[in-house]
C-alpha cells in the first residue's frame, strides 16, 4: 500500500501528518501529489470529501519551503481561489494543520469583513493566498494585490464557481498571471463550461478522476418522503426530534426559507441555527463553530454549505427543499457519511418537486426509496416513475436550444492571458 513517504514528500510535511495520524494517501492524492512536485499543470476531477485539499496544499508548502523565496510586498507566491468563504477558511486551515513545520505566510481574502486587515497582510507579501473571486477582484482594482510574479493557481470546486456566476471573474483574474506558472483546476463535474476553462488556461495537464463522478457515497441510507408542502415544517420536526441525531444539516432552497425553518425548529426545542449569504462573515464564522462545537445540533443552510464546510459527525442531512441544479444533490448529501462513517440522508418531496427528483435520480443512476402519500393530487395526477412531464412547455411546443453554436477552440496559449468581458461577479 502506498504510503506519504513514497511520494516524495520532505520530512516536515510527513511529520504534520503523523501528528494528525495519516500514513496513507486518499487515491486523489497518491495520484496528484507527484504530478504537482514536478511542476506540471492537473486537473483534477473528484467530488468533495476525498481528500483533495491535502492533494494540492501539500506540494504548494513543499514547493515553498524550497524555494525559500520571500514574496514581494502586495504579492503572492501562490493563489487558491475558492467559490465561498467557508471553504477558503478550511483550506486555510489545512495550511495550517500540515504547513505547522514549515515556515510559510497564509491569508485568507474574502467578502463579508473589513478589507483593512486583509490590505494590511498583503502589504508585506504573501506564500499563499485564498480567496474568493469577488473580493480579490476588489483588491486587484485597489492595487492591494499584484499577480504578476505569482508560479501557482488553484481553481477549486470549479464547477461550484460556474453555478456561482464566477468565470467572468475567473477569467479576469487569470489574465493577470503570467504565463509561465503551474495551474491546478479540481472540479467535482466537469460541463462544458469547466472543459472550455482548462482547455484556455492548462497546459498538457495531468487528468486525475477520483471514482464515478456525481455518485453519492455507498455508505449514506437515502430516502425520499412525499409530503405536502404545508407539512414539511411538521415533517421535519418529526424527523430531527425522533432521529438518532448527533448533528444534522437541513438544505433549503432559498435564505428566507433557511430562516424560516430555524426558527420552526427552535419553537420545536431543537438548537438550531442558520447559515446563508445574508449572513455576515463574522455570524457564519460563530454559527460553524457552534454546530462543530456541539452547541448548535442543526445546521439549516442554503447551498452555500453544500460544499467545503467538513465537520466530524453529521448524522443525517435533510433537503428540505429539493435543488434546482441535481449535482447539489449529491454535495449536500456529502456533508454526512464522512471518514469511514455512515449517515442518513432524508428528502422531502413535495408535488411540485417530483421533477427534481427524477432528474436527481438520472445523475445519480438509480432510484431512491419513496415513502408516503402527496394527499392534494389525484391518483392519476401522481408522477409515474421514469416519466419526465417537464419535456415540454405548458403549450405543447418543444422546447427551444439556448442562442448560439459551437464556438471554435482558441489557441490555448495566446488565451492564457486573455481575461474575459464579464462583470465583476458579488463577493462570496
Known sequence: MTQFKDLGLAEPLLRALDAEGYSNPT?????????LLEGGDLLGTAQTGTGKTAAFVLPLLQQIATQRKKPQSK????LILAPTRELAAQIADSIATYGKHVRHSATVVVGGVKPGPQIRKMQQGIDILVATPGRLLDHMGTGAIKLDSTSTIVLDEADQMLDMGFIPAIRRIMAKLPADRQTLLFSATMPPPIKALADDFLDRPTEVSIGAVSRPIDKIDQRVIRVDKANKNRTVIELLTNANLDRAIVFTRTKHGADKVKKQLERAGLAASAIHGNKSQNQRTRTLEGFKSGRVTVLVATDIAARGIDVDGVSHVVNYDLPNVPEAYVHRIGRTARAGKSG????LCDSAERGLLRDIEKLIGRAIPIEGEWSNISEEEKPKRGQNNRSRPRNGQPKS???????????????RSRGGNGQTAKAA
Open 27 to 35: 487515491p486523489i492524492q497518491a495520484k496528484s501529489i507527484p504530478a
Open 75 to 78: 504579492h503572492c507566491t501562490a
Open 344 to 347: 442518513e440522508a432524508v428528502t
Open 401 to 415: 436550444g439556448k442562442p448560439g453554436g459551437n464556438r471554435p477552440r482558441r489557441n490555448r496559449r495566446r488565451n
